[in-house]
């Protein structure tokens, strides 16, 4: 079956430009959660929908950050006024409940000049 | 969420059996031991989680000591697929995954 898609695979932006980064959730499941990897770094949490409300977004670094999920299936991840220091690569993540094991995307790889 | 103590890096011969240890001394009585890996360029993928019982699935075994401090991830025949970052996480159920640095297991021929 499909798995969790993210969309574009990579991105190159130039420094206080605005991104939108997408995912798509395994179909069925209600949680989603929003990860940033830097390079040789374990994932970093950001932001967790419970349906389509932020249950936790105590990850999320600055004001610039912010996520949707109005449907409660696709999530956008936004960046507003990109800086260097928000290269990275995005993951997103699903399960069928908060309860359940989760399953990752292949990320976004953020790169801002 | 308690935090985990694994060895940055590890090695195995294919074909041997590959033990992952992980301390998890400050763990609470409500919090899981979950194990997720990640190959290069790729996502984490869930490997076994457990609370206090020994755990098996089709990739892995996962042994949990009785005062639950630590544990074992055991990947019972190594394949070259098998190199990757390994993350030992304790959680709460429902919570989010705090994932360390994670051990770098080599697999080799």
């Known amino acids: 079956g499909a798995g969790v898609s993210q969309t574009p695979s990579n991105k190159v932006t130039e420094k206080g430009k605005y991104v939108e980064l997408r995912c798509d959730p395994i179909?069925?499941?209600?949680?989603l959660y929003w990860y940033r990897q830097s390079l040789g770094q374990g994932p970093e949490f950001l932001i967790y929908f419970q349906g389509t409300g932020a249950a936790d977004d105590s990850g999320l670094p600055n004001d610039r950050f912010f996520a949707v999920r109005p449907e409660g299936s696709v999530s956008t991840l936004k960046i507003q006024r990109t800086e260097r220091g928000d290269s990275a690569v995005y993951l997103c993540a699903s399960s069928l409940g908060p309860y359940n094991e989760q399953f990752f995307g292949p990320g976004t790889r953020l790169t801002v000049l | 969420d308690a935090k985990t103590t694994q060895p940055p890096s590890m090695d195995c011969a294919e074909g041997r059996a590959a033990n992952l240890p992980c301390n998890h001394s400050t763990i609470s009585g409500n919090e899981y031991v979950y194990w997720y890996r990640q190959i290069h360029s790729q996502g984490p993928q869930y490997i076994i989680h457990?609370?206090?019982n020994n755990e098996t699935n089709e990739m892995a075994s996962l042994i949990i000591t009785e005062d639950r401090k630590s544990s074992t991830l055991i990947l019972p025949h190594a394949t070259l697929r098998d190199t990757a970052v390994y993350y030992c996480?304790?959680?709460?159920?429902?919570?989010?995954?705090?994932f360390g640095a994670g051990t770098i297991l080599r697999v080799k021929s």
């Open positions: 179909s069925g499941h209600t949680a």
């Open positions: 996480i304790v959680r709460q159920y429902g919570n989010k995954l705090v």
């Open positions: 457990g609370l206090k």
